[in-house]
């Protein structure tokens, strides 16, 4: 591994550059796995909040609540979530409640094992504890300047 740096020399990085590099580089990379199943990142999103729904499914609304809660989505999950039912993916019954089909499970099943794929490349030679160790730098540092992250 080169860092290029000693540890002297990274503890005066920027921590934006590499947040944002970081960033860029994981998004990329999930984003690279979800379109070889013809996903972007928001419907792949609200397949997973349809995944643990029961029978009943789930109301468009509490899919759209939660998704806004974490993720920087604005205006834009509704008509991604009206392409899903377009695309055979998603049924939504007259108390617009939503559920996956079959052909939804099974694409959100494929493009699930693609991105647990991807996850193990960017986790390679990276031991939990050293992950655990830099999100928990990073949460106390959002802290640290009043910013908000989502916890699960």
């Known amino acids: 591994m080169d860092y290029s740096h000693d540890d002297a020399g990274l503890a005066r990085q920027p921590i934006g550059y590499w947040s944002w590099a970081a960033h860029d580089a994981a998004v990329t990379h999930i984003r690279g796995a979800l379109a070889e199943h013809g996903l972007t990142q928001p419907p792949w999103w609200v397949l997973n ?8 499914g789930r109301p468009r609304a509490e899919v759209v609540a939660m998704l806004r809660g974490y993720l920087d989505v604005g205006d834009s999950l509704e008509p991604e979530i009206d392409t899903l039912i377009t695309r055979g993916l998603v049924t939504e019954d007259p108390e617009t409640r939503l559920r996956l089909t079959a052909e939804g499970q099974a694409l959100r099943a494929r493009a699930a094992e693609r991105v647990g794929r991807a996850w193990a490349q960017l986790h390679a030679g990276i ?8 999100l928990k730098v990073l949460q106390r540092m959002i802290h640290n300047v009043g910013g908000k992250a989502w916890h699960h």
């Open 49 to 56: 909040q349809l995944t643990d729904a029961d029978e009943h």
């Open 127 to 134: 031991p939990d504890e050293e992950y655990v160790a830099a």
